[in-house]
């Protein structure tokens, strides 16, 4: 085929052209190798702090919906939510009765608590009261012994599931299971470890916890505690029926008329998700619009070089017309060489990036250069070296065989 | 009979701003299949502008021209180019070879135009050197070769893709004399061999190789004359 004998041709001839003029073609890619290590190292940040951001947020389980007093990211006039009402057991055990779309609820309330083991104390732990369904609601996994059980829940028992932090604390070498804590002033047996759940957002430690029945819960503290009402969907794909749903029997409940503005709130991962795009979409946007401009300017001095190139090679042009090279072959010749330096800027942008990434991964934010971040880089760079070269490929092709022939 | 070129009446105008300078003032001119012919004149005769022509470098402003039962005349660029790849093989005064590839690389370029694979290309291109007594610099770049070696491969190259005519510009012009005999008597023999040659050229030593002389001047066709 014509075409590829042309193409592997050009390839040739710009393979010889780039190693003729060594330097200039290292300096002309210069604004290249900048523009995409800087296009790269940006999109691969922005990976790492999306990663960071949806492993920090996993713990909030996306199939689980917060019936609580307010919501998280509400944005209303504080007059919307002044007198709204707490969230209590007899909403709970409504939605549990009514419900047709959740797979399991469980109530939630939460303290904080000094724990106290022997002589060891841990201050300011967060102590949750629940029920047994509180595990399979939040997709919860045991590291050691088991949650607490539905009789145990009912009948409000002394007993604890704990966090690691607090097995950490206090039981760093022993078995914690069976052993008696301190949570406040009353003593709890612990019947199970819950495996480590990392932090939310990296602020707050899910770990430095422990979950006892809430029917333990309000003996010891009083109800008078607005309640997390945690209702995991059947099928995630159906989140938002599940959502109407448990909204109308709240209104229901609540005895709201037609066309009131909810009192509670119905809470989300996706809110999490939400309001951290809104805050980063527009800094994404503005930091790659920037690193771009050092394509930009990459690619025109890759355009200065191929006027010259095509400037010096006019003989060259006018002999391989006069042999019979058409525009197309020329036009492809200079295509390809100028696609050839930026693809060259593309390869060398590229490993610098990788592993300037491998050093942010290991002390600024886990990160990693994706694949399809590679193959982006070289793209663009292939994109910016056709435009780059088009203009002067377009003068070479369009050149007269006899003028140029006769040029000096 | 048919003719290998058939030229009609052609015309070629330069238009510089108001200035308008003929330099062909209508030209007819017929070549026949193995005719080796010089064309000669003085510079600013309209010899190179009439070479060109032929040669599918440039069009006639008007007038007719058929090379080898094709139209030439109106022709686009890219169809032009075709003309010149396959039906012309052109050696320069300045040689006009590629710099940076070797003698092998300059002479299989046309068949790379042509679209024939490597193999190919590769052996035509080196029987076209041995062809030319050059077997043992191959992979010499021009500026590793004597002036002669240079235009033996420019004629190498010339003939490397079968072409109807081989069109020839001043082609000892930048050669001694001993070199330039040496080159003239391959052309001959390329003539002997079946090849139809035109040459251009100013010098009567080197004209008298040829069997037929065309002297132009001023854009017009002075004399013809065929010697035996």
Same mark, same amino acid.
């Given at each position: 085929m014509n075409l590829f004998i042309e193409i592997k041709e050009s390839i040739i001839i710009a393979y010889q052209a780039v190693t003729a003029h060594k330097m200039r073609s290292m300096l002309a890619t210069l604004g290249i190798v900048i523009g995409i290590t800087a296009v790269t190292l940006m999109q691969t940040a922005i990976e790492g702090i999306n990663n960071a951001f949806e492993k920090s947020i996993a713990s909030v389980g996306a199939d689980v919906l917060y019936i609580q007093k307010f919501e998280w990211f509400g944005r209303e006039d504080f007059e919307y939510y002044r007198n709204r009402k707490d969230i209590t057991m007899q909403n709970y055990e409504f939605i549990k009765k009514y419900t047709q779309t959740a797979d399991v609820v469980s109530p939630s309330v939460g303290s904080m608590q000094t724990l106290q083991y022997g002589n060891l104390n841990l201050e300011n732990v967060f102590v949750i009261g629940s029920t047994d369904e509180y595990q399979s609601t939040l997709g919860i996994n045991m590291e050691d012994g088991r949650f607490f059980s539905?009789?145990?829940?009912?009948?409000?028992?002394?007993?604890?599931?704990?966090?690691?932090d607090v097995r950490n604390a206090f039981f760093p070498n022993t078995n914690p299971i069976g052993q008696i804590i301190k949570v406040g002033t009353y003593s709890f047996k612990i019947v199970g470890v819950v495996e480590k759940q990392g932090s939310l957002l990296g602020l707050i430690s899910l770990d430095n916890r422990v979950i006892i029945p809430i029917e333990k819960f309000f003996k010891l503290y009083g109800t008078k505690r607005s309640l997390s009402i945690n209702v995991k969907a059947k099928d995630i794909n159906a989140l938002d029926e599940t959502r109407e749903e448990i909204s109308s029997i709240m209104r229901k409940t609540r005895?709201?008329? %037609?066309?009131?503005?909810?009192? *509670? +709130? !119905?809470?989300?991962?996706?809110?999490?998700?939400d309001t951290y795009e809104q805050l980063t979409s527009l800094i994404k946007i503005i930091g790659l619009l920037i690193t771009s401009l050092s394509l930009i300017v990459g690619s025109v001095g890759i355009a200065n070089i191929m006027f010259v190139s095509v400037k010096e090679r006019t003989k060259e042009i006018g002999i391989r017309k006069a042999i019979g090279a058409r525009k197309r072959t020329i036009l492809l010749q200079f295509l390809i060489e100028s696609s050839i330096i930026c693809l060259l800027g593309g390869v060398i942008g590229l490993s610098i990036a990788f592993p300037i990434s491998l050093i942010i991964d290991a002390t600024?934010?886990?990160?990693?250069?994706?694949?399809?971040?590679?193959?982006?880089? %070289?793209?663009?760079?292939?994109? *910016? +070296? !056709?435009?780059?070269?088009?203009?002067?490929?377009f003068n070479a092709a369009k050149m007269d065989p006899v003028d140029s022939l006769r040029y000096e | 009979m048919s003719n290998l070129i058939e030229i009609k009446n052609i015309t070629k105008l330069y238009e510089m701003g108001e200035e308008k300078l003929y330099a062909l003032r209508g030209i007819d001119l017929a070549i026949e299949k193995n005719e080796y012919v010089a064309i000669m004149g003085p510079s600013g005769s309209g010899k190179s502008t009439l070479m060109n022509i032929i040669g599918c470098l440039d069009t006639p402003t008007s007038g007719d021209y058929i090379l080898n039962g094709k139209d030439v005349h109106e022709m686009d660029d890219d169809e032009l180019a075709e003309i010149r790849n396959r039906e012309i093989g052109f050696v320069f005064q300045t040689f006009n070879l590629l710099p940076r590839s070797n003698a092998l690389h300059n002479v299989e370029l046309p068949l790379v135009y042509s679209?024939?694979?490597?193999?190919e290309r590769l052996k035509r291109a080196e029987d076209a050197l041995i062809n030319v007594g050059l077997s043992d610099r191959m992979t010499h770049k021009p500026n590793e070769l004597s002036g002669g070696q240079r235009q033996r491969v420019a004629v190498a190259r010339a003939l490397i893709n079968n072409p109807s005519i081989i069109l020839a510009d001043e082609p000892t012009g930048n050669l001694d004399t001993k070199t330039g005999e040496e080159i003239m008597g391959l052309i001959k023999e390329?003539?002997?061999k079946g090849n139809t040659i035109i040459i251009v050229t100013h010098e009567e030593d080197i004209a008298k190789h040829a069997n037929r002389i065309v002297k132009i001047r001023d854009g017009m066709i002075e004399s013809d004359k065929k010697s035996s």
């Amino acid at each position: 085929m014509n075409l590829f004998i042309e193409i592997k041709e050009s390839i040739i001839i710009a393979y010889q052209a780039v190693t003729a003029h060594k330097m200039r073609s290292m300096l002309a890619t210069l604004g290249i190798v900048i523009g995409i290590t800087a296009v790269t190292l940006m999109q691969t940040a922005i990976e790492g702090i999306n990663n960071a951001f949806e492993k920090s947020i996993a713990s909030v389980g996306a199939d689980v919906l917060y019936i609580q007093k307010f919501e998280w990211f509400g944005r209303e006039d504080f007059e919307y939510y002044r007198n709204r009402k707490d969230i209590t057991m007899q909403n709970y055990e409504f939605i549990k009765k009514y419900t047709q779309t959740a797979d399991v609820v469980s109530p939630s309330v939460g303290s904080m608590q000094t724990l106290q083991y022997g002589n060891l104390n841990l201050e300011n732990v967060f102590v949750i009261g629940s029920t047994d369904e509180y595990q399979s609601t939040l997709g919860i996994n045991m590291e050691d012994g088991r949650f607490f059980s539905s009789k145990e829940s009912e009948g409000g028992y002394p007993v604890v599931a704990i966090g690691m932090d607090v097995r950490n604390a206090f039981f760093p070498n022993t078995n914690p299971i069976g052993q008696i804590i301190k949570v406040g002033t009353y003593s709890f047996k612990i019947v199970g470890v819950v495996e480590k759940q990392g932090s939310l957002l990296g602020l707050i430690s899910l770990d430095n916890r422990v979950i006892i029945p809430i029917e333990k819960f309000f003996k010891l503290y009083g109800t008078k505690r607005s309640l997390s009402i945690n209702v995991k969907a059947k099928d995630i794909n159906a989140l938002d029926e599940t959502r109407e749903e448990i909204s109308s029997i709240m209104r229901k409940t609540r005895k709201i008329p %037609l066309g009131g503005k909810d009192d *509670f +709130g !119905v809470n989300n991962q996706s809110a999490f998700r939400d309001t951290y795009e809104q805050l980063t979409s527009l800094i994404k946007i503005i930091g790659l619009l920037i690193t771009s401009l050092s394509l930009i300017v990459g690619s025109v001095g890759i355009a200065n070089i191929m006027f010259v190139s095509v400037k010096e090679r006019t003989k060259e042009i006018g002999i391989r017309k006069a042999i019979g090279a058409r525009k197309r072959t020329i036009l492809l010749q200079f295509l390809i060489e100028s696609s050839i330096i930026c693809l060259l800027g593309g390869v060398i942008g590229l490993s610098i990036a990788f592993p300037i990434s491998l050093i942010i991964d290991a002390t600024v934010l886990p990160t990693s250069m994706p694949l399809w971040v590679v193959f982006l880089g %070289l793209f663009i760079s292939l994109v *910016f +070296g !056709v435009l780059a070269g088009f203009f002067p490929a377009f003068n070479a092709a369009k050149m007269d065989p006899v003028d140029s022939l006769r040029y000096e | 009979m048919s003719n290998l070129i058939e030229i009609k009446n052609i015309t070629k105008l330069y238009e510089m701003g108001e200035e308008k300078l003929y330099a062909l003032r209508g030209i007819d001119l017929a070549i026949e299949k193995n005719e080796y012919v010089a064309i000669m004149g003085p510079s600013g005769s309209g010899k190179s502008t009439l070479m060109n022509i032929i040669g599918c470098l440039d069009t006639p402003t008007s007038g007719d021209y058929i090379l080898n039962g094709k139209d030439v005349h109106e022709m686009d660029d890219d169809e032009l180019a075709e003309i010149r790849n396959r039906e012309i093989g052109f050696v320069f005064q300045t040689f006009n070879l590629l710099p940076r590839s070797n003698a092998l690389h300059n002479v299989e370029l046309p068949l790379v135009y042509s679209g024939l694979p490597r193999a190919e290309r590769l052996k035509r291109a080196e029987d076209a050197l041995i062809n030319v007594g050059l077997s043992d610099r191959m992979t010499h770049k021009p500026n590793e070769l004597s002036g002669g070696q240079r235009q033996r491969v420019a004629v190498a190259r010339a003939l490397i893709n079968n072409p109807s005519i081989i069109l020839a510009d001043e082609p000892t012009g930048n050669l001694d004399t001993k070199t330039g005999e040496e080159i003239m008597g391959l052309i001959k023999e390329l003539n002997n061999k079946g090849n139809t040659i035109i040459i251009v050229t100013h010098e009567e030593d080197i004209a008298k190789h040829a069997n037929r002389i065309v002297k132009i001047r001023d854009g017009m066709i002075e004399s013809d004359k065929k010697s035996s």
